[in-house]
């Protein structure tokens, strides 16, 4: 595994999940892995209802990962092919953010690429159970991280594509 994956992934923790940063190189080598060490961080035991796990943490730094994965064409399509763009798609990263925050009538998307970016990262969020608002907030600093680190991005999405996995 490279240095770059495990240096971007801490850079997107430090944005979107700083209170799990000191996990991230263990949890990121796992999901490059694959397989069974990617599927063992979506597994959690069942426990007493109402009761507190400890040995079951929810870490939501792998919801991020997955969503990141599987939101893969929608980032490529963001970021093109100019990593020379991204002060402009983080101008209209805010510019979209101000218009979805107003909740002003739907219109055309006038940036469809960014428009899905933002899309599938939030489903796969919300399937995870992350609550609607704390979804809004996540995906959007996911989004701006994944465009100012377009070339760690990359990397990542060629060193861990997505797989099936059980919900």
Same mark, same amino acid.
């Given at each position: 595994?490279?240095? +770059?994956? $495990? ?6 923790? +430090?944005?979107?999940?700083p209170d799990e940063a000191e996990l991230v190189p263990s ?12 599927? +063992? ?24 990962? $997955? ?23 983080? /101008?209209?990263?805010?510019? %979209?953010?101000d218009r979805r925050r107003a909740k002003a009538a739907p ?17 796969? %969020? ?7 608002? +704390?979804?809004? $907030? ?9 465009? /100012? ?19």
């Open positions: 595994m490279s240095d +770059e994956v $495990v240096g971007w992934a801490v850079r997107l923790a +430090e944005g979107v999940t949890l990121t080598v796992a999901y490059v892995a694959g397989g069974a060490s990617r599927r +063992e961080l979506f597994t959690r035991t069942d426990s007493a209802p109402g009761g507190f796990d400890v040995t079951a943490p929810i870490v939501l730094f792998p919801h991020v990962l $997955v969503a990141v994965s599987l939101a893969g064409p929608a980032i490529w399509a963001a970021l093109g092919g100019n990593l020379s763009s991204v002060s402009s798609l983080l /101008k209209n990263l805010g510019d %979209l953010w219109e055309e998307p006038q940036l469809p690429e960014l428009s899905r970016l933002i899309d599938a990262i939030s489903a796969e %969020l919300t399937a995870a159970g992350v609550p609607p608002i +704390e979804s809004e $907030v996540l995906t959007f600093r996911i989004v701006r991280a994944l465009i /100012k680190d377009g070339a760690g991005t990359r990397a990542f999405l060629a060193a861990a594509p997505p797989e099936e996995r059980k919900r």
